[in-house]
């Protein structure tokens, strides 16, 4: 049974970081890119971040990038979301996801975790 569990959400204050984490079972964890996505009250979920396989090529949201950093722990089937200078605008539920071999669509999703920030 395939699972990607997050973990790591919160209540914070604005300027504060998070780092959220994703862990995979089920799957051949390396063979994945993996994501993150987020999804705010009353809108559209948004891609926010994506670490190739092997780690070694990523992509970002342009409005993100600079203080969100994806990682990935392929010997801990773990993706990481390092997220610093948090604003109130970045309150959504956080997702991961899984792509196998970056084909199509993402066809492997978590839970997702709370992530609200205060101002």
């Known amino acids: 049974q395939v699972q990607l569990v997050e973990s790591g959400g919160g209540l914070v204050q604005a300027g504060d970081s998070l780092r959220l984490s994703c862990v995979a079972s089920g799957l051949t964890f390396s063979s994945y890119v993996m994501g993150w996505f987020r999804q705010a009250p009353g809108k559209e979920r948004e891609f926010v971040a994506s670490?190739?396989?092997?780690?070694?090529?990523?992509y970002y949201s342009d409005s993100l990038k600079g203080r969100f950093t994806i990682s990935r722990d392929n010997a801990k089937n773990t993706v990481y979301l390092q997220m610093n200078s948090l604003k109130p605008e970045d309150t959504a539920v956080y997702y991961c996801a899984g792509n196998y071999r970056g084909v199509g669509e993402y066809e492997r999703w978590g839970q997702g975790t709370q992530v609200t920030v205060s101002s």
């Open positions: 670490i190739h396989w092997a780690g070694g090529t990523t």
